[in-house]
């Protein structure tokens, strides 16, 4: 398996293959998705979160979103609220990740205070890899903690070398991060306000 693989329709399914492989065995595994590059491991496996957390020098009280491979699963790790349901048949598939009170118990790195970040990518790799593993994926960027987002697998791979097992290219990505909004509670909480406007999330909850 090469280090890097170029995303084309004769490379694809070898690459969703080898992704899952690296996934499996608790590797990490560079890939984009529909906004920027993403740090992916299995979000089950604590090991594999440590390596990530370790990758990424990213504090152990900032939790990893994870990214599920359908509507119906947001909701098995999260609790469903009035906003949430509104905003996933709104916008998820999508650039847009949501806090929830979790359904699961406490895990390091992924459940912190009782709550979990979720997100339903649109982007078709990711999903095609979700579709051939049974465990969710963290969802974070493929940057050093605290650091500017990397546009290219040739920025990212200078930053973490060998550190990670597999690397997705996909071009360059520079697209606004998923928002993410905490729809816990009838009073929304925003995270991060990137593609999907604070605007439109507040008008399509009150809607």
Known sequence: MNKIAVISDESYEKI???????L??????????ETRYGLLVNADNSKAL??????????????????VGSQEEIFKYG???????????????????LILDTNISEKKYVVYKGKIGVRFS????????????????????ANISGANECDSIE???NEFGDLVSFYIDGGSLTKEASTVVDVSSKELCFHRVGAISAEEIILKVES
Do not use: C, H
């Not at 969703?16 to 690296?22: F, L, M, P, S």
């Not at 499996?24 to 998705?33: C, E, F, H």
């Not at 440590?50 to 990214?67: C, D, H, S, V």
């Not at 469903?80 to 048949?89: D, G, P």
């Open 16 to 22: 969703v293959i080898n992704a899952v492989e690296v």
């Open 24 to 33: 499996k065995r608790g590797d990490l595994l560079v890939s984009p998705t």
């Open 50 to 67: 440590e390596k990530l957390y370790q990758a990424k020098n990213r504090p152990g009280f900032m939790p990893t979103a994870i990214f």
């Open 79 to 97: 609790k469903k609220t009035r906003a949430a349901e509104k905003l996933a048949n709104a916008y998820l598939p999508g650039p847009l990740t």
């Open 122 to 141: 649109s982007f078709k790799l990711i999903s095609d890899i979700l579709k051939q593993i049974d465990f969710p994926l963290s969802a974070t960027s």
């Open 155 to 157: 920025k990212i791979e």
